[in-house]
């Protein structure tokens, strides 16, 4: 698979999970029960970038290897998905 290839998956794998770790852990600053002034009270009370960049990249790390086990045992990949794009020759 083209190195291209492999950087564009994990990207879009990368993104997608750290819209899905992102929440996780979540405390508010109303739920801290200190708001500070000029904030909003859902902003987070401490927020963990670097725990969170860490987790999104391990768990896309385990999906792709987990991807690619998958399309180099039983030879299913991207070339393998539907062409819903019609051909005009």
Same mark, same amino acid.
Request: aromatic share 10%; hydrophobic share 50%; glycine share 8%.
């Given at each position: 698979?083209? #190195? #291209? !290839? +492999? &950087? &564009?998956?994990? $990207? @879009?794998?990368?993104?997608? @999970? =750290? $819209?899905?770790?992102?929440? =996780?852990?979540?405390?508010?600053?109303?739920?801290?029960?200190? @708001? &500070?002034?000029? !904030? *909003?009270?859902?902003?987070?009370?401490? $927020?963990?970038?670097?725990? @969170?960049? +860490?987790? !999104? !990249?391990?768990?896309? =790390?385990?999906?792709? &290897?987990?991807?690619?086990? *998958?399309?180099?045992?039983?030879?299913?990949? *991207?070339?393998? #998905?539907?062409? *819903? +794009?019609?051909?005009?020759?």
């Amino acid at each position: 698979m083209p #190195l #291209l !290839t +492999v &950087a &564009a998956i994990f $990207f @879009v794998l990368w993104w997608t @999970v =750290l $819209f899905i770790v992102l929440p =996780l852990g979540h405390r508010s600053q109303e739920d801290e029960g200190s @708001v &500070a002034t000029g !904030t *909003i009270e859902s902003a987070p009370a401490r $927020f963990r970038g670097g725990r @969170v960049l +860490v987790l !999104t !990249t391990v768990i896309s =790390l385990a999906l792709y &290897a987990s991807y690619h086990l *998958i399309s180099s045992s039983l030879g299913i990949g *991207i070339e393998n #998905l539907p062409n *819903i +794009v019609p051909s005009f020759n």
